[in-house]
């Protein structure tokens, strides 16, 4: 089993996890009520760090507890780790075996407030180091670029999210009809396997993505990176213009991630610039027929999906189209050179 085979896991490793860990997420959501948890200091690394991300934006939006992303190397190499009072300790790692994410964990115990992990590993040292933890039942992953603990950590803080609006029963709903919209983006396979040839000799693009999908964009540029060694840097569409546009010349690449929600119409009028002004070569995930008219290689999406669970589905495309990419350039999807499965941090 590779890469390509664990891509196509992920309808059913959401399926599993929402049927087996709905109970510990509802006591998740009893911890956060019961110590009166005003915000969330969140710990992660790479692939991980990006679900932090979309925790940011969505238990703000939803939950109104403001989550901060960690800086581990105050706890560690500094010795200076901030006050915790009032917060929950979150860290999210698929190995649970990095010490400067464990560190965190274990200083939020040292000052008495709860913890918790998200983890693909419940016997692993950051679960013991945990108060609570949360099983994302990937089940074992080998390719070393991850993809469905990704998208399990996502439902993970998804889960948590829904558990804490005890008023909003329907977003269950939502959650249980993502494998459906999974299932209908993984038919666009053979189709991204094409147009990822366009892209064959790309050295260098911009990612970009906004709101929940901030997190998608740092996501794609990773995979981007780890996989076909493009210089690949993530930007929201409000941050892109501050400075960074400055890249742009006519058919240089910009991929951007563009569902439907609040912040839509900010990355349209984006690609609207980059289009007319600047002529990119965009490459474009997107429910809206008009934007998706823009791109050179556009990648629709299903309709309907709600956008706060959206990054669930618009990442599985982007996966595709790196692996088709790292395949077309004569890589490896299973090995990518110079990192490894499990990276250990202090």
């Not at 965190?104 to 407030?113: I, N, S, W, Y």
Request: aromatic share 8%.
């Amino acid at each position: 089993m590779g890469l390509h085979d664990e891509i196509f896991e992920q309808p059913e490793v959401i399926r599993r996890l929402l049927q087996g860990q709905r109970s510990q997420v509802q006591e998740a959501a009893r911890l956060i009520r019961r110590h009166g948890i005003r915000y969330a200091f969140l710990a992660a690394r790479g692939t991980s760090d990006n679900a932090g991300r979309y925790a940011g934006y969505l238990w703000g939006a939803h939950n109104s507890l403001a989550v901060a992303l960690a800086l581990p190397s105050l706890f560690t190499y500094y010795g200076t780790p901030p006050s915790l009072a009032n917060s929950l300790v979150v860290s999210i790692s698929q190995s649970g075996k990095s010490p400067d994410i464990i560190s965190v964990l274990q200083e939020g115990r040292r000052q008495g407030v709860p913890t918790m992990a998200i983890t693909n590993a419940p016997d692993s040292p950051l679960a013991k180091a945990a108060d609570l933890v949360i099983d994302i039942m990937a089940g074992e992953e080998k390719a070393v670029a991850a993809s469905k603990t990704y998208t399990a950590q996502l439902m993970a803080v998804a889960m948590i999210s829904a558990a804490l609006e005890t008023d909003r029963p329907e977003r269950w709903d939502d959650l249980e009809q993502a494998p459906e919209w999974m299932e209908a983006v993984l038919k666009l396979d053979d189709d991204l396997a094409i147009q990822a040839q366009r892209y064959r000799y790309m050295e260098q693009c911009v990612v970009i993505g906004r709101g929940f999908n901030y997190a998608t964009a740092f996501e794609w540029s990773l995979k981007l990176k780890e996989l076909t060694y493009t210089i690949a840097d993530p930007y929201s569409s409000a941050d892109f213009l501050h400075g960074p546009l400055a890249l742009v010349t006519r058919g240089f690449p910009v991929l951007a991630v563009a569902p439907s929600g609040a912040v839509f119409e900010t990355v349209r009028d984006l690609l609207v610039k980059l289009r007319d002004q600047f002529h990119a070569e965009l490459v474009v995930i997107s429910d809206d027929p008009e934007v998706l008219q823009f791109a050179q290689t556009p990648i629709p999406l299903p309709a309907g999906i709600p956008e706060w669970i959206s990054p669930l589905i618009t990442i599985l495309p982007a996966q595709l189209f790196v692996y088709h990419l790292t395949r077309a350039r004569g890589y490896s999807t299973e090995t990518p050179r110079s990192i490894h499965k499990v990276t250990e941090t202090n």
